[in-house]
């Protein structure tokens, strides 16, 4: 009997716990783009970190790198696991800064598990999405503006 209620009470703390951290927010201010692999293709890494109480982030790790190498049927650009853009990322993904995260009631707090998009292109420096310029399309409009 003591076990179970003891049981039932660390299982109550980690729910309280959790649900303050919910309530954690922070703003993301500084974003240090990566510098390009070596590598021709184009892509983009996914960096996962947490948010330490004074806005710097911790354990960052990639955990997605994916290669444009052609185009569906429909005009969206098709992708292929590839290793290339993961140690940039990670690089660029270390100096990171938020605002120091807070709850709702002005308590410090972490934030676990927070993600960035890190994209690599060639041709179209500055995009912000997936819809890349690929190489065939890149040599096709450099031919027409000649």
């Known amino acids: 009997m003591k076990i179970s209620l003891l049981f039932f009470f660390l299982i109550s703390i980690t729910n309280l716990l959790?649900?303050?951290?919910?309530?954690?927010?922070?703003?993301?201010?500084?974003?240090?783009?990566?510098?390009?692999?070596?590598?021709?293709?184009?892509?983009?890494?996914?960096?996962?970190?947490?948010?330490?109480?004074?806005?710097?982030?911790s354990n960052v790790r990639a955990i997605d790198s994916q290669c444009a190498m052609s185009r569906n049927e429909d005009g969206t650009i098709k992708f292929k696991k590839c290793p290339f853009f993961k140690?940039?990322?990670?690089?660029?993904?270390?100096?990171?800064?938020?605002?120091?995260p807070k709850t709702s009631s002005g308590?410090?707090?972490t934030l676990k598990n927070e993600t960035h998009r890190y994209i690599f292109s060639l041709y179209n420096p500055g995009i912000n999405d997936l819809n890349f310029i690929l190489r065939d399309e890149f040599v096709d409009l450099m031919d027409n503006a000649e």
């Open 107 to 109: 308590d410090s707090c």
């Open 87 to 100: 140690s940039r990322s990670v690089e660029a993904g270390t100096l990171i800064k938020y605002t120091a």
């Open 18 to 57: 959790q649900t303050e951290e919910v309530d954690c927010t922070a703003k993301k201010i500084q974003i240090m783009k990566p510098l390009y692999p070596y590598a021709s293709y184009q892509g983009y890494a996914i960096v996962n970190f947490n948010v330490e109480k004074d806005g710097t982030v």
